[in-house]
């Protein structure tokens, strides 16, 4: 079985016009990064992978994560994490809760991996608190720690560093493309700022 | 690592059917049930040939055109002046500190049932109420009330006003809601900086868009008021009575061959209103014909001061009368004695209380079980809807909206009573299940309204990143979409209580009468003329969906103590 995230042959168009194709594939612990201006329709590729594709739009091509199609399958049977632009902490959770809505059910010990989840984002006796204090670089290793917890083969990252202050950025950017590497996830980033390319640290397409 | 196991199928999917069997299936039933008896044909009363006697009798009924036209007056009345009012507030004061405020004292007016209001109103402009007591206080005259037909004139002048209170409001917030899909500042900047002056540039460049918006809730507006039943006992005129007081009493009449007169007056009511709708949508075409020379003209002012001025005025007097109602509602229920012409009673007591309290205890947990049990069916239906649109993508059609609106314009009056015909054909015994039923065809549609808003507005991300996690729809609904909208969904319970709380008609017919709750009872007092008692009904009835509000609101404050953004959502 061939491990990591592979888009075969995909083609993106909307109402008749192709907006972009793409045909590659991420060994785990790489990061492809797909830079393009606004509009191009790489946030449209995202949506795609995960499975949240608007009908207004048509894809051809297959998503396959691990040797297994995952084309047709829901979004929460994928296995594919996304980090969006903002971190999405779930402002009704505590930053445990959080965590623990990552952790999938029937997993032993959950609240004492959200607790190490927790104490490896530097963050230790913070589960009790509200996600709304945290600070923008806190919020983003959460967000992070929340999404490894729920074990995903591959994850998605749209633009997660673009909203970040610029002394901020590079921290959460290595730090995220670390534990990435740590864990043997194939990433897929769209951005259009080159220094998140570089950090990345992967091949490039440009559309 | 494998997939995650398959999760649950969407169950939503049968939602469109049940909603149109709740919204469509009473109206048409009971519309179909009054057409036959209408024309003679009802075989459990005998009538098993067409014919056109029951037409003939109901056009004997003295008096009939003089009730019809109030019925069609009230209806086109009510809904020009509401409209007015709440339009030209906006177009004068929007955006001003006082158009905050004003707007922060009349919301809660939404939520006062229509009969707590008529008979807050009555006791403010009877010649023996509030204002007769003050203005004797100026002018110097005997100390007996003025003897004027005031409440009750047959012009239904006391009607409308009672309804105007009601619907200024009602409109005005419709038109918040929909205010901001069409971007009015920037229609404002636009048509400002070229010169024109506030009302006028509203009314030019915002109103011809935001008109479309709330031409559903104006129409239901419209055929309220030219239908309705409690208001009108309370204010209206008697002799004769508007159509739908007069097409009531036959449908009461113990004397079961009067039903099929009185299924032609159903349906003649019927025709009233649409007639009113009809009138209506023809002067809005010609409106629109007449704005379109007006908007090209290039005229930069229109009598804007005195314009704005009208709305405020009329604003404020709608704001103003309300809060002078429920004065008078509350004193009148602590008053031993209230001479006229005093402006306060000698003595204040909770006698009437104690003494009402064992009346009023089984008509008000009647009043809690239906509005709980319709309520949260609604509720229910309306969140499966939502939830069924949010899967499929596709947001409510025209005619999804046109179906929720379909028991809001057809006249109860109308409907209801061919369903009540159909339940006793089919031998369906009348009691709070039937009414409970029967109410949800009312509520379900102002709690998918109150509740639709928020779901559009709900960042659809919070759906796809919980789906991400690994979360089955079914837990991204309950424990990221139903927390994150907890307020929205308590407001629309607390709608959809108050909506029920307020339902006169189909709790009197659906019941038989034999289901008592506070409106029936409250309005069946009106005619008794014991203030105290009334006071205390009517206070009774304004503050149960005053309640609900204040939990819908309290709430969210407590449960989210500890969640800043929870509580800055608001």
Redo the contacts between chains.
């Keep these: 079985m061939e491990r990591g995230l592979r888009l075969e042959n995909v083609r993106l168009s909307l109402a008749g016009r192709e907006l972009l194709s793409v045909d590659a594939s991420v060994s785990p612990g790489e990061v492809l990064t797909i830079m393009g201006p606004s509009g191009s329709g790489k946030s449209t590729l995202l949506a795609f992978a995960?499975?949240?594709l608007?009908?207004a739009f048509s894809a051809a091509g297959r998503i396959i994560l691990?040797g297994?199609d995952?084309t047709h399958?829901?979004?929460?049977?994928?296995?594919?994490?996304?980090l969006?632009q903002?971190p999405?902490l779930?402002?009704?959770l505590s930053v445990a809760g959080n965590l623990l809505?990552?952790v999938?059910p029937g997993v032993p010990d959950r609240r004492a991996r959200a607790a190490a989840a927790l104490e490896q984002a530097g963050l230790e006796g913070f589960g009790t608190r509200?996600?709304?204090?945290l600070s923008g670089g806190q919020k983003a290793r959460v967000a992070l720690m929340?999404?490894l917890l729920?074990?995903?083969?591959a994850v998605?990252l749209d633009e997660p560093f673009s909203k970040l202050d610029a002394t901020l950025k590079g921290d959460v950017r290595s730090y995220v493309f670390d534990r990435l590497r740590e864990r043997k996830l194939p990433g897929l980033l769209v951005t259009h700022d080159e220094a998140d390319a570089a950090a990345a640290g992967g091949p490039i397409i440009r559309i | 690592?494998?997939?995650?196991?398959?999760?649950k199928y969407d169950p939503t999917q049968i939602i469109p059917a049940i909603a149109f069997t709740v919204l469509a299936g009473p109206v048409i039933i009971g519309l179909v049930f009054v057409l036959l008896p209408a024309f003679g044909y009802l075989p459990a009363l005998g009538g098993y040939d067409i014919s056109l006697d029951p037409w003939r009798q109901l056009f004997a009924v003295p008096g009939l055109w003089r009730s019809a036209n109030v019925s069609l007056a009230a209806g086109l009345v009510t809904g020009a002046a509401s409209l007015l009012i709440a339009g030209l507030f906006l177009a004068g004061f929007h955006g001003t500190r006082t158009f905050n405020a004003m707007r922060r004292l009349v919301s809660p007016l939404l939520a006062i049932p229509h009969a707590a209001a008529a008979l807050g109103l009555a006791f403010l402009i009877a010649p023996s109420g509030l204002i007769f007591r003050g203005l004797w206080h100026l002018t110097t005259g005997s100390d007996r009330p003025p003897d004027l037909l005031i409440v009750h004139d047959t012009w239904g002048l006391a009607m409308i006003a009672g309804l105007v209170v009601k619907e200024v409001p009602f409109l005005l917030l419709m038109a918040l809601a929909a205010l901001p899909q069409i971007d009015a500042p920037a229609r404002m900047a636009v048509a400002r900086t070229m010169g024109y002056a506030p009302v006028t540039a509203w009314a030019k460049a915002v109103a011809p868009a935001l008109y479309p918006l709330i031409r559903l809730p104006l129409l239901a507006v419209i055929a309220y008021s030219s239908s309705v039943v409690d208001v009108a006992v309370i204010l209206g005129p008697t002799n004769p009575p508007p159509l739908s007081v007069a097409v009531l009493r036959w449908q009461s009449d113990p004397d079961l061959s009067a039903r099929f007169m009185a299924s032609a007056g159903a349906l003649l009511q019927l025709t009233v209103t649409v007639l009113a709708l009809a009138l209506w949508l023809g002067a809005e075409r010609l409106v629109a014909r007449l704005a379109r020379v007006w908007m090209e003209s290039g005229t930069r002012q229109t009598q804007d001061r005195w314009l704005a001025g009208l709305g405020g005025f009329g604003m404020g007097l709608v704001a103003l009368s309300a809060m002078l109602s429920f004065v008078c509602l509350a004193t009148w229920s602590l008053a031993i004695s209230w001479r006229f012409p005093a402006l306060w009673p000698e003595t204040l007591t909770l006698a009437n209380w104690t003494h009402a309290l064992p009346a009023i205890s089984g008509p008000l947990w009647a009043t809690l079980a239906i509005g709980t049990l319709s309520t949260l069916v609604s509720f229910t239906i309306a969140l499966a809807a939502l939830e069924h649109e949010l899967s499929t993508?596709r947001p409510a059609g025209v005619w999804a909206m046109r179906l929720l609106y379909l028991p809001l314009v057809v006249p109860p009056v109308a409907f209801l009573f061919g369903l009540v015909i159909a339940a006793e054909a089919t031998g369906l015994t009348p009691g709070l299940l039937p009414v409970a039923i029967g109410h949800i065809t009312f509520v379900l549609p102002y709690v998918y309204l109150s509740l639709s808003e928020p779901y559009r507005q709900l960042d659809p991300?919070?759906g796809?990143?919980?789906?991400?996690?690994?979360?089955?729809?079914l837990r991204?609904f309950l424990?990221?979409r139903l927390?994150?909208l907890?307020a929205p969904c308590l407001t629309a319970l607390a709608v959809g209580f108050s909506v029920s709380v307020g339902q006169y008609l189909a709790t009197g017919l659906l019941g038989a009468g034999r289901v008592e709750t506070l409106t029936t009872e409250a309005v069946a007092l009106a005619s008794g003329g014991e203030r105290r008692v009334i006071g205390v009904w009517a206070l009774t009835l304004t503050l149960l969906p005053a309640i609900g509000f204040a939990l819908a609101i309290g709430i969210p404050r407590l449960v989210?103590h500890?969640?800043?953004?929870?509580l800055d959502?608001r």
């Excluded at chain 1, 729920?150 to 083969?153: A, D, L, W």
């Excluded at chain 2, 690592?1 to 999760?7: D, G």
């Design positions: 995960a499975g949240f608007e009908p691990d297994m995952v399958l829901p979004p929460e049977r994928r296995r594919i994490g996304l969006f903002d999405m779930f402002p009704h809505f990552g999938p509200d996600p709304a204090t929340r999404l729920s074990e995903p083969s998605l | 690592m494998p997939p995650r196991p398959i999760s993508g991300r919070w796809r990143l919980a789906m991400t996690l690994g979360a089955s729809p991204t424990s990221v927390p994150l907890l989210w500890n969640r800043r953004s929870m959502r």
